[in-house]
Structures are given as structure tokens and as C-alpha cells.
């Protein structure tokens, strides 16, 4: 019995929890295969395909179910410096230093699970923003249509497909019209191949499958019901995904993250090496001096910096999506607040989005009721992709009391990017079978040798007539299509693209698309945050013209596809950069438009919502579509909208900058404080006759300060840094830790001459009182150094201040609680305390001059 043939007394599977394996299911019939998988033309019956994803799980991959609950936590356990320390505690307690032993082990057990909880609740909330835009199928299920998420599509369903579709999983073609697929991403096929059902040989390779259709390709013109055979990771995208561990590109923020590690790590290596070396050589406790030396190694790494990020975006996220943006892919935020070129099409974005058909015209330019009726019946029998022009033609045609009830659907000739113009056939009385084409009116009338109602001949004197009339409703702002008709023989056999010949040019469509009121203050909002925007439309440049003027957009070039296709792409580039407006332009000029721009060093977003649009979205390093897009296009979209507007997009823009500002902040001040103590340390190590923090109090103070570190994601942040891109800047940042590190190692060496000299402090007294002083200089620099601005000018977050008050109460009153002991501290005087007091505020006051100095200079 076949694995998915269902018992007739239970109605349950015979199979075991995963897939059958299906063999070369592309070398059997359809019928065959139907019938082995125990589903039907109409699809499955609810109850099976139920059974069926309870048993074999959902059509995801494992790299999008996200982060669980124990793998999270496993996850913090594999930074390298933890397992460092851990194995270094254990070779403590070998050597029977049982207290220091457990105490590291509990601050490095407390630092792990404050980032672990950090982490999870900002995992849990992503997922629970991007379950809102989810991608959807079309299947048939208990023989009607019905639209569920992908995810639960189950081998066996009958999914149907039209332009704009992602193929949800692995099958083969039951029926198709003009099928033609995408599936680079699979074979690296330049063009979109022909679908269509069969059978082919069982040695047939990926590209050679043309009755198959799979997992992660995308459906670019035509239609087709698919009967589905292996999802999730029993797909082909799944086989290939498991094996080369697939990840998207890095961003720059990710770039910048990595080298920043890279800086670090050959600090730290350098730094433990040498004070290793340099205690043993001076016969110093070995456990103790390699506890000493790892401890400063994780002094000097910000090790919640995977956690801050996490949160900052997780934040950022959050607040985006209340303003309607959601976020997809949780590393661009960042690459949106660096964007500094906004690509768009105009429609809906600049324009109101609610087209109108503002008249149907003869060839003469009158108003005309067959235009309108023959446009009517194009309209209402495509079968494609559903878009605005059609729903405006439906609505005048019902204004109008057209009726077009009497009409029978004959046949199709889908709509495509390279004809773009759509055809049907239909039956409108008897023996009256007639073709009606609507379509680019440049394409539309090439396809036409007589015009008008009389159906004169259109030779190059009607042509040029017909062109002047096109052109000066496009320069009204108009977009205008063409209809053209002729009879056709009623035939069983298909109709094809040849069929569209010889026709007659009926007339013209008007459609109106009115600006936006606010697009004016809009392009402002965007210019003020230097971001230039740049529209790419497939319209005429007459049209675009228009638009451009209407809307106040600055006088400049307009480059159309057909200048384009002339270009080198050296030339391109710099055409791109000097060019505001790119018209008549197809989805492969839109992809080149944009690398040529990222290759001139511009952060390039893209928005866009048709299956047009797949390309550029996914060569952008910002791709942005909305809530109402075709699969296609949400899918390669790392933010969508829920409405189309560049007025939430710009809020959105000041989101990833404030992402940005706040992952940065951490950094700045986390690895400048780390830095100074960890040379003081390291420093003092060698001068001193014992050293000068335990490495228990070392860790301590790192666990402490961490602690309002991680409210940073929800710091205030100063306007200057939503005002322009910015970018990630590892010279900045490594001449900031230099700088202010090294200045803090000056006031530690004063308070290392204060405790030795003034106060004459032993040991376990120089270790608490400079424990202290470092502790306070951390959290209290935290809040200078955060902001470019004087720090009394600029307020700090809530939980950020009262955080570092409560940790700064924490580390005066330390010394004098009972257990202080453990971690070798001892109450200090008075005078010792004050001494450490003064010396904060004085460091304060002069990290506030040499901040200001800083700045000037970068």
C-alpha cells in the first residue's frame, strides 16, 4: 500500500511521521500520482490535510522557525570566553580554591542568564510581529478554494497559481495557460521557462523538469493548478538549504559587528598573553594569576553585545510595527536608518493609489460605450493577477449600466512584461467569437493594422496621429492604455501570442491617479533625513513628467528603459546617481538601476508591490513592500508596510536610526570603561606586589555595570542622530576606546597613588576601594559618553537612570554587607570612600572636556 493511501475504517495515514520518499515523481503520469498521494482533482477533504500536518509538521524550513526556548539557552553557553572561564573554574576547584571557584562560576551563570532572558523576550516578540505577514496559498480543499498560509500546505494539496504566486512547495502541473515560472534562485536561469503538464524522463535534471514546478520559484505570467509532492525540507530549496546552511548576506551593520569582534579579539589575546607571562615571571599564584587574566579578557569584551543588539532591534521592531511598519528581516533595521537612496514606483507612494478611469475614447478621441464595453469584458474574464485599472474599468462599467451578461469566456492569452498587453476570447452572441486586447498602448497598436470604428487602414500618417493623441494625455498626467479587437475562429486547440495580429485599434483608456495631499511635506521629511528618493516606473516619461512637476520634485534628467539598454554599466552608474526619474523601465532595468547605485557607495531602499518588483527588492539593501503585495514581492521584502505611504516609512527611517544610536551607545561606552580598567589592570599587575582585583570582583563589576547596559534599547536619543544615515565606523569606534580608555586608566593610576600613598591601604583594602571607584566611573561615564551633547543637556531613558542609581547605591554599600567577604571586599573608612567620590566627579568633569574636543576633531 502506498504510504498516503488513508485507511477506510479510520481515515488515518499508514505512513510513518515523515514524507514518503516519491522517487523521480516527475517521470509519472499526474493521474498516477494523484492517485498514489490519495487526493483528487478537487484537493483534499480538510480532515486529511489536517491529519497530514499534524503528522509530517509544517512546509517551513527549519531556519524559519526561529530561536527555541533551549536552543537560545544553549546558545549563550558557546561564546568562547564563557567556556574559557568555565573550565578555568574547574581547574580551581582541582586546585581546591572551592570559594573563588563558585563564585565565578555565579556571576559568569548570572551574566548568561540575564542575556538569555533578554535575548528570548525579544525573540518571542519578533515572532509575533512577523505571524502578521505571513505568505498564503490558494488550494483547494474539499473541491472549493481556499486561501491558508503557506506553512500548511501538505503533499497532496492542489494549489493554484497565478502571476505574482510563490510556489509554496515541490509538485507537478495538473493543468496550465501560458505558464511561465522564475526559477533562478534554483537553476540560475536568466528567464522565466514554460510549465506545462507531462511526463519526463526519470534521469530528467532540475532544469529539464518542465512539468514540475518548486518550493521558493515564483509563478511570473500565466496560471496553473499544481498537485503537491514534497514540502518543507523534503523539497529540492529544502535539500539545498539544510546542506549549505543557507543565510541571507551580511549587512553593514553585521559587517561592522564582525570587524569590531576581529579588533577585539586581537586586544584581548595580546593583553591575557602578556599578563599571564608577566605574573608567573614574577612568581605570582599561577590559578590565580590565569583566573586574573581570563577575568580581564571578559572585563574587556561587551559580552551582552549579541543581547543588546537582540533587544535594540527587538525595540525597534515594536515600535515600528505600531506605526504600521513591520519588520521581516530584524538586521536591516539598521541598514534603513544608513539608507540615503529611496527608490519607488509612484503609484500609491507619490500618487493617491485610487486609480480612475477618467474616459474610454475612440480613435478620435470621443467618448465612446464599445471602447468602454469591449475594455469591460478584458476586465472581467483575465484571469490573473487582480489590479487597480481593472477595478476602475468594473466600477465605470456598472456606472455606465454596460451589459456584458451575455458573454462566454472562450479563452486566455496572459498578460506578460515583454508583451504587456493581455488578451481573452470570448463568445458574444451566436457564432461571434471575438479577441479583445488591452495593453501598453505602444505595444497594443503594433499589434494593429486598421483602426476606428470603420476599420480603416492604419498606415504611418493614423499611427502618427494616434501617437500625438497618446502624448498629450500623458503629458495631462494620464495614464492611458490601448484596446484593440478582431474576430477570431472558435476552436478547441489554445489561443496563443500569434493570435494577437491583425487587429483593429478600438481606442484608448484614461486612468487618473491624483498626487497625494501630503506628498510635498513628505519629500521633505525625506530630504531633511537625507534620504534622496528616486522613482522608477514602468509608465511613459510623459506621465512620469508630470507627476514629478505636480509634486515639487526637482528639475532633472529623465532616463527611459530604451536609453538603458544602450548603456554600459560604467555609464549607468554615473547616469544613476545624476538621475531623479527612470521611466518605461522593465524589472531587469530596475535591478541594474539599483546595483549601479550601491556600486557609487549609496545605502539603496526599494519599494515595490508587484511581481515586477521581486528583483529589485532583492538587489536593494533595503527592501520595502506592503501588507496587500503579491506573495512574490512581500516575500523578498525586508519590511512591510501596512499601508502604503513614504510618510510611515520616514518615521520608520528614524526608528532604524535610533536602533542604530542606542546598539552603538553600548559599545562606545562599554568597551571605553573596559578598555581603561583592563589596562590599569593589567598595568598595575605588573607593579604591584599582589593584584589589584580579584578575578571574582573583576567579573562582578563587569555583571553589575551590564546590568543598566541592557536598558540602553530603550534610551532617548539625541535628534542629531536621526538627521542624517549613519554608518558603522570601526576607525571611530577603536580611536574612541583608545581615547577615553586610556583617560580612564590616568584617574586609576591617581587612585591607585591616592589608596597606596594617602590612605595607605593594604590589599583587600586597595582591591575594594578601587573596586568601587571603577564600578562608579563606569556607570556614571555610561551617562556622559552616551550623548555627543553636554550631559545635563541631554536626558537619558528611564530605566537607564534608575538602573545606574540603583547599581551605583549597590556599589557604595557593598563593602559593608555581611557577605561582602566572599567576594574578598572589606568595609572601607570614611575618608577612603569620599576620596573615591571625589575622584568620579573630577573624572566627570574631564571626560566632559575631552568629549567636546573629541567630536570636534571627527
Not at 561564546?79 to 572561564?85: D, E, G, K, M, T
Not at 493617491?352 to 469591460?376: F, N, P
Request: overall charge neutral; aromatic content about 8%.
Amino acid at each position: 500500500m502506498s504510504p498516503f493511501k488513508v485507511n477506510a475504517r479510520n481515515g488515518a495515514h499508514s505512513s510513518t511521521s515523515s514524507q514518503a520518499d516519491m522517487g523521480a515523481y516527475w517521470s509519472r503520469t499526474a493521474q498516477d500520482l494523484t492517485q498514489e498521494m490519495a487526493s483528487k482533482t478537487g484537493g483534499l477533504t480538510q480532515k486529511t490535510a489536517s491529519d497530514r500536518l499534524r503528522r509530517w509538521g509544517g512546509n517551513a524550513l527549519d531556519s524559519t522557525q526561529g530561536s527555541t526556548f533551549l536552543g537560545l539557552l544553549i546558545s549563550q553557553f558557546k561564546n568562547p570566553l564563557v567556556l574559557i572561564l568555565m573550565v578555568a573554574s574547574g581547574i580551581s576547584m582541582v586546585a581546591a580554591e572551592w570559594v573563588d571557584a563558585g563564585v565565578v562560576l555565579a556571576i559568569v551563570l548570572g551574566s548568561t542568564l540575564l542575556g538569555f532572558t533578554q535575548e528570548y523576550v525579544a525573540s518571542n516578540a519578533i515572532k509575533r510581529l512577523r505571524a502578521k505577514v505571513k505568505i498564503h496559498s490558494q488550494v483547494l480543499r474539499d473541491g472549493r478554494l481556499k486561501t491558508i498560509p503557506s506553512e500548511s500546505v501538505v503533499p497532496g494539496d492542489v494549489v493554484v497559481l497565478s502571476a505574482g504566486s510563490l510556489i509554496p512547495a515541490d509538485g507537478v502541473v495538473l493543468e496550465s495557460k501560458d505558464f511561465f515560472i522564475n526559477q533562478a534562485v534554483l537553476t540560475g536561469e536568466t528567464f522565466p521557462v514554460e510549465k506545462k503538464p507531462g511526463v519526463v524522463a526519470e534521469s530528467a535534471s532540475l532544469s529539464e523538469r518542465s512539468n514540475c514546478v518548486f518550493m521558493g520559484t515564483s509563478v511570473s505570467s500565466g496560471t496553473a493548478r499544481a498537485l503537491v509532492v514534497q514540502t518543507g525540507k523534503a523539497s529540492v530549496f529544502g535539500k539545498i538549504a539544510l546542506k549549505l546552511a543557507l543565510r541571507p548576506p551580511m549587512t553593514d551593520f553585521e559587517r561592522g559587528v564582525q570587524h569590531f569582534g576581529y579588533l577585539l579579539t586581537r586586544v584581548m589575546l595580546v593583553m591575557v598573553v602578556l599578563v599571564l607571562a608577566i605574573n608567573v615571571f614574577f612568581n605570582k599564584p599561577p590559578i590565580d594569576s590565569l583566573l586574573f587574566a581570563l577575568a580581564l579578557a571578559v572585563g574587556l569584551t561587551p559580552e551582552l553585545l549579541p543581547a543588546i543588539v537582540s533587544i535594540t532591534l527587538s525595540h525597534g521592531a515594536n515600535r515600528m510595527a505600531k506605526l504600521g511598519v513591520i519588520v521581516r528581516r530584524l538586521n536591516a533595521i539598521e541598514n534603513l536608518g544608513a539608507m540615503d537612496v529611496l527608490c519607488t514606483d509612484k503609484t500609491g507612494t507619490l500618487t493617491a493609489g485610487v486609480v480612475a478611469l477618467d474616459g474610454a475614447l475612440d480613435t478620435q478621441g470621443v467618448a465612446s460605450a464599445k471602447v468602454l464595453r469591449l475594455s469591460g469584458i478584458n476586465a472581467q474574464y483575465q484571469s490573473g493577477l487582480a489590479n487597480a485599472m481593472d477595478d476602475a474599468i468594473g466600477v465605470a462599467v456598472r456606472q455606465a449600466q454596460v451589459d456584458i451578461a451575455g458573454v462566454t469566456k472562450v479563452d486566455e492569452i496572459p498578460y506578460d512584461f515583454v508583451r504587456k498587453c493581455l488578451s481573452v476570447v470570448v463568445l458574444d452572441g451566436p457564432g461571434r467569437c471575438t479577441l479583445i486586447t488591452k495593453g501598453a498602448f505602444e505595444k497594443v497598436q503594433s499589434l494593429c493594422t486598421t483602426q476606428g470604428e470603420g476599420r480603416s487602414p492604419l498606415d504611418d500618417d493614423q499611427r502618427a496621429r494616434l501617437v500625438t493623441l497618446f502624448e498629450a494625455w500623458s503629458a495631462q498626467g494620464y495614464r492611458v492604455l490601448g484596446v484593440a479587437s478582431r474576430p477570431i475562429d472558435e476552436r478547441v486547440t489554445p489561443y496563443v501570442r500569434t493570435d494577437e495580429s491583425g487587429l483593429n485599434f478600438d481606442g484608448f483608456l484614461l486612468f487618473m491617479d491624483p498626487p497625494k495631499p501630503d506628498v510635498r511635506q513628505t519629500l521633505q521629511d525625506l530630504a531633511q533625513r537625507g534620504v534622496q528618493l528616486k522613482v522608477i516606473t514602468g509608465d511613459n516619461r510623459q506621465v512620469a513628467k508630470h507627476l514629478v512637476q505636480v509634486v515639487g520634485f526637482p528639475e532633472g534628467r529623465i532616463l527611459t528603459g530604451r536609453e538603458l539598454n544602450d548603456m554600459a554599466d560604467d555609464a549607468l552608474m554615473h547616469a544613476a546617481k545624476n538621475t531623479l526619474v527612470f521611466a518605461e523601465v522593465d524589472p531587469n532595468q530596475k535591478e541594474r538601476i539599483i546595483l549601479a547605485l550601491q556600486k557609487t557607495g549609496h545605502v539603496v531602499g526599494y519599494m515595490g508591490d508587484g511581481i515586477n518588483d521581486a528583483l529589485a527588492l532583492h538587489a536593494a539593501d533595503v527592501g520595502i513592500s506592503v501588507d496587500t503585495a503579491v506573495d512574490v514581492a512581500k516575500d523578498a521584502a525586508d519590511f512591510v508596510l501596512l499601508r502604503k505611504d513614504l510618510g510611515i516609512l520616514s518615521q520608520g527611517i528614524d526608528e532604524g536610526r535610533v536602533t542604530f544610536a542606542n546598539t552603538l551607545k553600548y559599545i562606545l561606552t562599554t568597551i571605553s570603561a573596559n578598555f581603561g580598567n583592563m589596562v590599569s589592570m593589567a598595568v598595575a599587575s605588573v607593579f604591584l606586589p599582589f593584584l589589584p582585583l580579584l578575578a571574582s570582583q573583576i567579573l562582578l563589576n563587569n555583571f553589575l555595570s551590564d546590568i543598566p547596559a541592557a536598558t540602553i534599547a530603550g534610551d532617548r536619543v539625541d535628534p542629531e542622530w536621526v538627521a542624517k544615515p549613519r554608518h558603522w565606523n570601526t576607525r571611530f569606534i577603536r580611536n574612541y576606546m583608545v581615547v577615553f580608555g586610556l583617560l580612564s586608566s590616568v584617574f586609576d593610576f591617581l587612585t591607585f597613588g591616592a589608596l597606596l600613598w594617602i590612605f595607605k591601604a593594604a590589599a583587600p583594602e586597595f582591591q575594594t576601594g578601587w573596586f568601587v571607584e571603577s564600578l562608579m566611573t563606569e556607570l556614571v561615564i555610561a551617562l556622559v559618553v552616551r550623548t555627543r551633547r553636554p550631559f545635563y543637556q541631554s536626558r537619558p531613558g528611564r530605566l537607564l537612570w534608575v538602573s545606574t542609581l540603583v547599581v551605583l547605591v549597590v556599589a557604595l554599600a557593598l563593602p559593608y554587607l555581611p557577605f561582602s567577604a566572599v567576594f574578598g571586599f572589606v568595609p572601607l573608612p570614611g575618608p577612603l570612600m569620599l576620596g573615591m567620590i571625589v575622584l568620579t566627579l573630577a573624572y566627570v568633569f574631564v571626560v566632559e572636556l575631552v568629549k567636546k574636543r573629541f567630536y570636534a576633531l571627527t
